[in-house]
């Protein structure tokens, strides 16, 4: 498993190779995003465990650039920041991190998240394309449909809807789908879930009520 570390302070730098190379894991590391961008052109990592203060690019701006581009768009991505508020969660959540971490942090932490991450991706169901009513989701290429239109999604709204789909004809508490899809420490209110369902409904058009509410309990996709 290789992993790639873009860290601008040396000694977190060091210390997050030294545990992770104790582990077992493949590291290579970057100071900045310039050579980090080079070094994916050349070996596309397993995960990547970036910092949201970068010198010369800001984290969340790698993020989203991550995310565009169609061959690291589903590489997992560990933010790690001195940031801890909600908000600075939510964003990087909402952009498309896996996981969160704040500093300071213990050594045993990044390992457990790191092995979760990869656990989580490894076990990902191997179908990819899933369909229901109208709706065609093809994993592999990336694509929504709904009647035969395209549906553009964030990030979230695609994983949302895939974890859905994946669970077609349950059930799922507001809880389940956050730890799901935000992970689990995400802090904020399960209304984010409610708000991600309403617009994802909306671009789904006239499939949005395949997306059913379960009173008292949550959502499901299908009856």
């Known amino acids: 498993m290789l992993i790639y570390i873009v860290e601008d302070d040396t000694d977190i730098r060091e210390l997050e190779t030294y545990a992770l ?3 077992g894991y493949d590291v290579q590391c ?18 990547v465990i970036l910092d949201v203060m970068l010198p010369d690019f800001d984290g969340l701006s790698v993020l989203e650039k991550l995310r565009q581009n169609a061959v690291t768009k589903s590489v997992p991505v560990i933010l790690v920041t001195a940031k801890g508020s909600e908000m600075d969660k939510v964003k990087g959540f909402d952009m498309g991190a896996d996981d969160y971490i704040t500093k300071p942090f213990s050594v045993l932490e990044l390992i457990s998240r790191v092995r979760a991450i990869l656990r989580r991706c490894s076990s990902v169901n191997k179908t990819s394309v899933i369909t229901l009513g109208g709706i065609v989701f093809d ?13 553009t999604l964030t990030f979230k709204e695609y994983e949302l809807l895939k974890y859905l789909l994946k669970n077609k004809g349950m059930a799922l508490t507001r809880e389940n789908i956050i ?4 992970g689990y420490d995400f ?4 209304r984010t879930v409610d708000m991600h369902i309403t617009t994802l409904r909306q671009k789904l058009g006239s499939c949005g009520n395949l997306i059913k509410t379960v009173r008292n309990v949550g959502y499901k996709a299908g009856e």
């Open 21 to 23: 190379k104790n582990s």
């Open 30 to 47: 970057f100071a900045e995003s310039k050579s980090f961008f080079k070094a994916c052109t050349a070996e596309i990592p397993n995960l």
């Open 179 to 182: 730890l799901n899809v935000w």
């Open 139 to 151: 994993d592999s290429k990336h694509i929504v449909t709904s009647d035969g239109e395209t549906c």
């Open 187 to 190: 802090e904020g209110e399960s």
